[in-house]
């Protein structure tokens, strides 16, 4: 049986990633409401919606910071993860 090789040392490397749910009217990417919005508490599941968030072919329609990052792309440095 072959030996197996010996640990010397570790580290240990820890990441976080967090999540905001803003309270606009509206979802970032689309017109459809956002259910974190007060006006929006209680809707019933799956109505705040429209052919964007549906993904539907063809449906691009960038408006606001969509728009924004459209014609700004972010060039990620070269190695990194996306």
Do not use: Q
């Not at 979802?27 to 409401?33: G, I, L, Y």
């Not at 019933?44 to 792309?73: C, E, Q």
Request: net charge positive; hydrophobic share 40%; aromatic share 2%.
């Amino acid at each position: 049986m072959p030996r197996m090789a010996e640990i010397r040392s570790i580290s240990l490397v820890v990441g976080m990633e967090v999540h905001v749910e803003l309270a606009t009217r509206s979802k970032m990417f689309t017109r459809a409401p956002s259910p974190a919005h007060p006006d929006n508490e209680g809707a019933d599941p799956n109505t705040l919606i429209d052919p964007m968030v549906l993904a539907l072919r063809g449906r691009a329609d960038l408006r606001g910071a969509s728009r924004y990052v459209a014609k700004n792309p972010i060039e990620l440095p070269s190695g990194s993860v996306a």
